[in-house]
């Protein structure tokens, strides 16, 4: 029986190191190349048939949503509520990867048409409508900002006032895109995280990224915080329940 069993572990002593050194052996380059280009393949196919996909679910949500405002409106809420229900189903499968907020990805600064290097703004900037006439351009960007606008019933603009004296106004401030008005806010008060409803719904051709002008119309002005700073603005995204 001895003999035997050292026959066996003889046996797998000679054989296990080939075993491992065959699991271990590199594939030659033009093999693994080979490999490399199809798993390049794969990826790439199958991001593009989840874009299809989901730009083809993203249509159908806009007609569901106006068969939905069709039904109710005539009182059949029976099929009404059937129609909510893929309503939900497909915008789970939209939304599960999207974000309910954006922060800032870029700024720029103006004084009047002539912008400002950045190294030259700390941690605040000053808007206002007199003779400087401070602006700042905050641009957001994703790639599926489209989708995410699409989706959502609410876009809301928020950014904070700076905490210095004087930081406070009693003017306007003004959101515009692409030289349309989508939102504003009467007055601001220093500390403050200031919520503006955005209309980008009026602005057509956004993509992966949208740009947003700041501008207020009181001499006095507003100090807006920015550079990443906390508080710096942010676009946030919600849906009607």
């Known amino acids: 029986m001895k ?3 050292y ?3 003889i046996t797998v002593m000679v054989i296990l190191p080939s075993w491992v050194t ?3 052996t590199k594939l030659p380059v033009e093999s693994e190349t080979l490999i490399k280009r199809l798993k390049e393949y794969e990826l790439k196919e199958l991001q593009r048939a989840k874009y299809l996909i989901d730009r ?3 249509e159908v949500l806009v007609i569901l949503k106006k068969h939905l405002r ?3 409106k005539n009182g059949d809420l029976d099929k009404a509520l059937a129609i909510r229900k893929e309503i939900k189903k497909l915008e789970l499968l939209l939304g599960a990867e999207l974000p309910t907020s954006l922060l800032v990805s870029n700024e720029k600064y103006y004084h009047g048409e002539k912008g400002v290097r950045s190294s030259r703004v700390k941690d605040v900037f000053v808007l206002d409508g007199d003779q400087d006439k401070g602006r700042m351009l905050v ?3 994703h790639d599926n900002l489209r989708r995410m606008i699409e989706m959502n019933d609410s876009i809301e603009l ?3 006032v700076s905490h210095n004296e004087f930081s406070d106004t009693g003017g306007a401030i003004s959101v515009s895109c692409n030289g349309k008005i989508v939102g504003s806010k009467k007055g601001a008060k220093r500390g403050e995280v200031i919520v503006i409803p955005l209309d980008i719904w009026k602005v057509v051709g956004v993509r992966d990224s949208l740009s947003i002008l700041l501008e207020c119309s009181s001499n006095d002005g507003v100090t807006l915080i920015c550079k990443g700073n906390k508080n710096s603005a942010v676009l946030v995204f919600s849906k009607k329940e």
């Open 158 to 160: 928020h950014i904070g």
């Open 56 to 58: 083809k679910r993203a």
């Open 3 to 5: 003999t035997i069993q």
């Open 7 to 9: 026959s066996i572990l």
């Open 22 to 24: 065959a699991q271990t």
């Open 139 to 141: 641009e957001f960007k």
């Open 70 to 72: 069709v039904r109710t």
